[in-house]
């Protein structure tokens, strides 16, 4: 994978300035690694799917970092399975690891398995994904899930022409057609990317420069459950059919995810969309994403998919391996959000990472010379072996 990893050396500096004082979560018999050595430890590792780059791309992170570092690592992938998810983390827990890091398939459905792991005073990181209705998680570390809204929202009314915070220059005016796609209402997460988006183009919905015309505007009208590419697909056809049978044309499509853009854009290309250059009658909307999953950003590249919100999980997972050593070591780690992330027992102390914004113009500068991905990968559409 082109992703290039921190080395062993940058990440024991990263993690050298992570940890402050004081008794945190690991500091008893089983998560108190204090006295131990890493190489004495293991950290279980919960991520929920290998359908998706993006979340192999993170468990693999994760678990090269914390390797680095000495730990023995565990790490399973559920398959989109919450009974699978459930079980691998039960039996992280019978095995003894020291902590767990957990991307939820469901937010709601592991209170029993944290019961046993706060039991067993194992500290539990919750990744990306807000655990909820548990008081048994112990930090969480993020993206700012409100932003990504935000972002998402701006670059649909970019592409438009529509002026806004990141194009105040702007000079399309509408009325424009567009639908909205929301993320699994299982992810707490996508509730903040949809309420950020929303507090973007809500405003414009109401003063009629843009039109969902279809009336759906609720997040249960325009969920996708488990972020799944081909629900997405399914439902934008039905959009097609139903809300577009009398000829208007869609301008743009609010995507949450790059997997569901690419779903959506499946559906379009079918009906006749397709880039202006390509001399199709219909121009192919203005869609968004999240991500930047190689196959998107080639689509991108190639002029068919907007734009897509890059979040760096290599910083991500840094920063769980900065949580889980902390912990390990018998501090608490360290948190620059302790108001906003309430999993409904407590508020969640979290570490949020910034985010940015990607249009053609942005792949060479973001994603190239960062290393995140390569020229030649951009141009296939595919990572490397």
Do not use: H
Request: with cysteine.
């Amino acid at each position: 994978m082109s992703r290039k990893l921190f080395t062993a050396m940058g990440a024991a500096a990263a993690l050298s300035l992570a940890a402050c004082g004081g008794e945190g979560a690991g500091s008893g018999s089983s998560g108190g690694g204090g006295a131990s050595a890493p190489e004495d430890l293991s950290i279980g590792v919960s991520m929920p799917t290998q359908t998706s780059e993006r979340w192999i791309a993170d468990g693999n992170s994760v678990k090269e970092q914390l390797e680095a570092e000495g730990y023995e690592v565990k790490l399973q992938f559920a398959n989109d399975d919450i009974p699978t998810q459930s079980q691998q983390v039960d039996q992280m827990i019978t095995q003894g690891v020291n902590a767990l890091i957990i991307a939820a398939i469901d937010g709601t459905a592991l209170s029993t398995q944290l019961q046993a792991a706060a039991d067993a005073d194992i500290p539990v990181i919750s990744y990306d994904r807000l655990i909820r209705d548990s008081e048994n998680v112990n930090f969480y570390v993020s993206f700012d899930n409100f932003k990504v809204g935000v972002a998402q929202g701006n670059a649909l009314l970019t592409g438009l022409g529509i002026a806004n915070d990141d194009a105040p220059d702007g000079t399309a005016t509408g009325p424009f057609n567009i639908e909205l796609f929301a993320g699994s209402l299982d992810d707490n997460n996508a509730f903040f990317f949809f309420e950020g988006a929303m507090s973007v183009l809500q405003p414009k919905i109401d003063d009629g420069t843009l039109v969902v015309k279809s009336g759906q505007t609720d997040i249960e009208q325009v969920a996708t459950l488990r972020w799944q590419q081909e629900t997405a697909q399914k439902r934008m056809e039905d959009l097609l059919t139903g809300s577009y049978a009398d000829g208007t044309k869609v301008n743009g499509v609010l995507s949450p995810y790059d997997g569901l853009s690419r779903g959506i854009i499946t559906a379009l290309q079918n009906a006749g969309y397709g880039p202006t250059t390509e001399g199709g009658a219909n121009p192919m909307p203005i869609v968004t994403g999240q991500d930047a999953e190689i196959a998107s950003v080639k689509l991108i590249a190639d002029g068919v998919q907007s734009s897509t919100i890059f979040k760096d999980t290599r910083l991500l997972a840094e920063q769980a391996v900065v949580a889980a050593k902390a912990f390990l070591e018998g501090n608490e780690p360290e948190a620059n959000n302790t108001e906003d992330y309430d999993n409904g027992v407590k508020i969640i102390p979290s570490y949020l990472l910034p985010v940015e914004t990607v249009f053609a113009d942005d792949i060479e500068p973001v994603l190239i010379e960062s290393e995140y991905w390569t020229a030649e990968e951009v141009e296939a559409g595919q990572a490397a072996d």
